[in-house]
């Protein structure tokens, strides 16, 4: 079980943004990823429970970020409802896309578990639906994603396989890079890993799906 922490920050600015401290480990159903986000000071500042299926869909996720809640699921496209602690502001919402993302990078791990992309896979398009920090709102994004290299690390737990990732927004041509391995991200525009307890999980073995 993977358990640690990740340094997020502003990806243009590189302003501290906080820590996110993780567990996630594989499951007879699929992958949960668990965190508590601290801001700089080390204040609470929010959390992530994400479950997904073997498939890489989303079961659950249940976002918290400053005084706003996410529920969600895959449900005829992704579903949501987005509400205050008092449920006085509570919306619905239903987008016919592929799963959910943020800035935790659990969404990162989550959309490689479902696009289960190979070297030889083309590019391959998907739909996104966004919860931005603070208020958790939700924005539907297009991306390309291709895993454009996998190499073998020599560690002390046996070889290590990290995926390096091609990331385009569809609607601004941005590109970046992401690394992934198995179940941690290595590092991403905003991300890096600080600490980790214990060795990723192996990837999903490779079975497209979208």
């Known amino acids: 079980m993977p358990r640690g922490r990740y340094s997020l920050h502003d990806p243009h600015d590189h302003t501290p943004l906080g820590d996110e401290h993780f567990h996630c480990a594989p499951g007879p159903s699929g992958w949960r990823y668990v965190s508590q986000i601290t801001t700089p000071s080390g204040d609470h500042s929010g959390s992530v429970d994400l479950a997904l299926d073997e498939l890489g869909r989303t079961i659950r996720l249940q976002l918290h970020a400053a005084s706003w809640q996410i529920r969600g699921a895959a449900l005829e496209g992704v579903t949501w409802v987005r509400t205050d602690p008092t449920g006085t502001y509570a919306t619905e919402g239903n987008v016919k896309a592929h799963a959910f993302t943020g800035t935790s990078p659990a969404f990162l791990v989550a959309t490689t578990r479902l696009l289960r992309l190979t070297p030889d896979s083309p590019t391959t398009r998907v739909r996104l639906v966004a919860f931005t920090d603070p208020v958790l709102a939700p924005r539907t994004v297009d991306q390309s994603w291709a895993l454009v290299n996998s190499e073998a690390h020599t560690?002390?737990?046996?070889?290590?396989?990290?995926?390096?990732?091609?990331?385009?927004?569809?609607?601004?041509?941005?590109?970046?890079?992401?690394?992934?391995?198995?179940?941690?991200?290595?590092?991403?525009?905003?991300?890096?890993?600080?600490?980790?307890e214990t060795p990723p999980s192996p990837p999903s073995p490779p079975d497209p799906t979208i």
């Open 155 to 196: 560690t002390d737990n046996g070889p290590l396989i990290v995926d390096e990732y091609q990331v385009s927004a569809l609607d601004t041509g941005e590109q970046h890079t992401v690394h992934i391995a198995g179940d941690v991200v290595l590092s991403a525009p905003g991300i890096e890993l600080e600490d980790l």
